[in-house]
């Protein structure tokens, strides 16, 4: 390197650690607000809701008190499933939306 050369502001190894701690606390924030989003998927016409967070943790689950009283067991599990698989899938999405702006900061050498 020629005497006297600076690199350009922000680049180098302490640039790179305030990208990355900058990129690291918006992360945290996004997982943040994540947790407190929620998608909700249904089965059945309806008969069956699931409610899962951005960060995927189930929050509720519902089922039609008389699907219920229908006693078909199989079928509630299979609604249940379907409704649970479909709110994952969303709340999946959900967060692939939030934090892929996010790899777009990622530092590169």
Same mark, same amino acid.
């Given at each position: 390197?020629?005497? $006297?050369?600076?690199?350009?502001? $922000? @680049? $180098?190894?302490?640039?790179?650690? &305030? !990208?990355? !701690?900058? +990129? &690291?606390? #918006?992360? &945290?924030?996004? !997982?943040?607000? +994540?947790?407190? %989003?929620?998608?909700?998927? @249904?089965?059945?016409?309806?008969?069956?809701?699931?409610?899962?967070?951005?960060? #995927?943790?189930?929050?509720?689950?519902?089922?039609?008190? #008389?699907?219920? &009283?229908?006693?078909?067991? %199989?079928?509630?599990?299979?609604?249940?499933?379907?409704?649970?698989?479909?709110?994952?899938?969303?709340?999946?999405?959900?967060?692939?939306?939030?934090?892929?702006? +996010?790899?777009?900061? +990622?530092?590169?050498?």
């Amino acid at each position: 390197m020629a005497k $006297g050369y600076k690199a350009p502001k $922000g @680049t $180098g190894p302490a640039g790179m650690m &305030q !990208q990355l !701690q900058k +990129l &690291q606390e #918006q992360l &945290q924030q996004v !997982q943040e607000q +994540l947790a407190q %989003e929620t998608v909700t998927a @249904t089965a059945g016409g309806g008969v069956v809701r699931v409610t899962l967070t951005g960060d #995927q943790r189930c929050k509720s689950v519902e089922i039609d008190p #008389q699907l219920i &009283q229908e006693g078909d067991v %199989e079928m509630i599990q299979d609604l249940v499933l379907t409704a649970f698989n479909l709110a994952l899938e969303r709340s999946r999405e959900l967060a692939a939306e939030r934090l892929g702006p +996010l790899a777009g900061g +990622l530092p590169y050498s």
